[in-house]
Protein backbone atom coordinates (compact mmCIF):
# COMPACT_ATOMS: atom_id res chain seq x y z
CA UNK A 1 0.00 0.00 0.00
CA UNK A 2 0.91 3.68 -1.10
CA UNK A 3 0.01 7.21 -0.60
CA UNK A 4 1.66 9.27 -3.14
CA UNK A 5 0.84 12.72 -1.77
CA UNK A 6 1.81 15.75 -4.30
CA UNK A 7 1.48 19.22 -5.14
CA UNK A 8 3.02 21.48 -2.45
CA UNK A 9 5.27 24.60 -3.07
CA UNK A 10 5.95 27.76 -2.56
CA UNK A 11 3.06 29.99 -2.80
CA UNK A 12 2.59 33.61 -2.00
CA UNK A 13 -0.21 34.68 0.66
CA UNK A 14 -3.59 34.76 -0.81
CA UNK A 15 -2.82 32.42 -3.40
CA UNK A 16 -4.15 28.59 -4.10
CA UNK A 17 -2.22 25.56 -4.21
CA UNK A 18 -3.90 21.44 -5.04
CA UNK A 19 -2.82 18.58 -3.12
CA UNK A 20 -3.19 15.81 -4.48
CA UNK A 21 -3.07 11.92 -2.84
CA UNK A 22 -2.63 9.28 -5.24
CA UNK A 23 -3.43 5.28 -3.55
CA UNK A 24 -1.99 2.26 -4.85
CA UNK A 25 -2.67 -1.28 -2.70
CA UNK A 26 -6.12 -0.05 -1.70
CA UNK A 27 -9.50 1.49 -3.33
CA UNK A 28 -9.77 4.78 -2.07
CA UNK A 29 -13.03 4.57 -2.17
CA UNK A 30 -13.14 2.58 0.62
CA UNK A 31 -11.69 4.57 2.95
CA UNK A 32 -11.97 7.71 4.92
CA UNK A 33 -9.07 10.17 3.90
CA UNK A 34 -7.96 12.75 6.15
CA UNK A 35 -5.24 15.36 5.64
CA UNK A 36 -2.77 16.22 8.18
CA UNK A 37 -0.23 18.87 8.21
CA UNK A 38 2.78 19.27 10.76
CA UNK A 39 4.51 22.89 11.14
CA UNK A 40 8.22 23.26 12.34
CA UNK A 41 8.36 23.10 15.91
CA UNK A 42 4.50 22.06 16.10
CA UNK A 43 2.51 19.09 16.82
CA UNK A 44 0.69 17.30 13.57
CA UNK A 45 -2.50 18.56 13.07
CA UNK A 46 -6.15 17.57 11.29
CA UNK A 47 -6.90 19.63 8.81
CA UNK A 48 -9.92 17.78 6.81
CA UNK A 49 -11.08 14.34 6.38
CA UNK A 50 -14.12 12.93 3.68
CA UNK A 51 -15.72 9.59 4.79
CA UNK A 52 -16.07 6.54 2.98
CA UNK A 53 -19.78 5.97 3.27
CA UNK A 54 -21.45 9.25 1.55
CA UNK A 55 -18.74 11.63 1.24
CA UNK A 56 -18.87 14.08 4.11
CA UNK A 57 -16.32 16.46 5.23
CA UNK A 58 -15.40 17.95 7.81
CA UNK A 59 -12.48 20.87 8.39
CA UNK A 60 -10.04 22.42 10.98
CA UNK A 61 -12.08 25.86 12.47
CA UNK A 62 -9.01 27.40 10.35
CA UNK A 63 -8.93 26.72 7.22
CA UNK A 64 -13.15 26.56 6.91
CA UNK A 65 -14.10 28.28 3.87
CA UNK A 66 -10.74 28.29 2.23
CA UNK A 67 -9.91 24.44 1.56
CA UNK A 68 -12.23 21.87 -0.12
CA UNK A 69 -11.43 18.10 0.47
CA UNK A 70 -12.68 15.78 -2.59
CA UNK A 71 -12.18 12.56 -3.88
CA UNK A 72 -12.39 10.91 -7.26
CA UNK A 73 -12.62 7.39 -7.65
CA UNK A 74 -12.04 6.82 -10.88
CA UNK A 75 -8.79 7.66 -10.14
CA UNK A 76 -8.23 6.83 -6.80
CA UNK A 77 -7.70 10.03 -6.21
CA UNK A 78 -7.87 12.44 -2.96
CA UNK A 79 -7.35 16.25 -3.18
CA UNK A 80 -7.39 18.86 -0.81
CA UNK A 81 -7.79 22.24 -2.64
CA UNK A 82 -5.92 25.49 -0.79
CA UNK A 83 -7.56 28.75 -1.56
CA UNK A 84 -6.91 31.94 0.18
CA UNK A 85 -3.12 30.22 1.95
CA UNK A 86 -1.96 31.75 4.65
CA UNK A 87 1.49 31.93 6.38
CA UNK A 88 -0.09 30.01 9.22
CA UNK A 89 -0.94 27.30 6.70
CA UNK A 90 3.28 26.79 6.10
CA UNK A 91 3.82 23.08 7.04
CA UNK A 92 4.31 19.81 5.58
CA UNK A 93 1.28 18.57 4.16
CA UNK A 94 0.41 14.54 4.38
CA UNK A 95 -2.17 12.23 3.60
CA UNK A 96 -3.81 9.15 5.78
CA UNK A 97 -6.55 6.51 4.68
CA UNK A 98 -8.62 4.76 7.89
CA UNK A 99 -10.82 1.64 7.28
CA UNK A 100 -13.84 3.50 8.57
CA UNK A 101 -16.99 4.92 7.00
CA UNK A 102 -16.82 8.43 8.97
CA UNK A 103 -14.15 11.09 8.72
CA UNK A 104 -12.09 11.98 11.39
CA UNK A 105 -9.42 14.43 11.78
CA UNK A 106 -7.63 12.56 14.70
CA UNK A 107 -4.61 10.67 13.16
CA UNK A 108 -5.35 7.38 15.77
CA UNK A 109 -7.51 5.61 13.71
CA UNK A 110 -5.47 5.98 9.86
CA UNK A 111 -3.52 2.67 8.88
CA UNK A 112 -1.91 4.00 5.74
CA UNK A 113 0.29 7.08 5.30
CA UNK A 114 1.78 9.03 3.06
CA UNK A 115 5.15 10.92 2.65
CA UNK A 116 4.32 14.91 3.14
CA UNK A 117 4.39 17.66 0.68
CA UNK A 118 5.59 21.21 1.47
CA UNK A 119 3.61 24.06 1.29
CA UNK A 120 5.23 27.33 1.84
CA UNK A 121 3.30 30.54 2.21
CA UNK A 122 5.67 33.42 2.14
CA UNK A 123 5.84 36.94 -0.05
Known amino acids: VQLQASGGGLVQPGGSLRLSCLASGITLKDYSIGWFRQAPGKEREGVSS????????TYVDSVKGRFTISRDNAKNTAYLQMNSLKPEDTAVYSC?????????????????WGRGTLVTVSS
Open 96 to 112: AAAATHYYILRPEPYGY
Open 50 to 57: ISSSDNTT
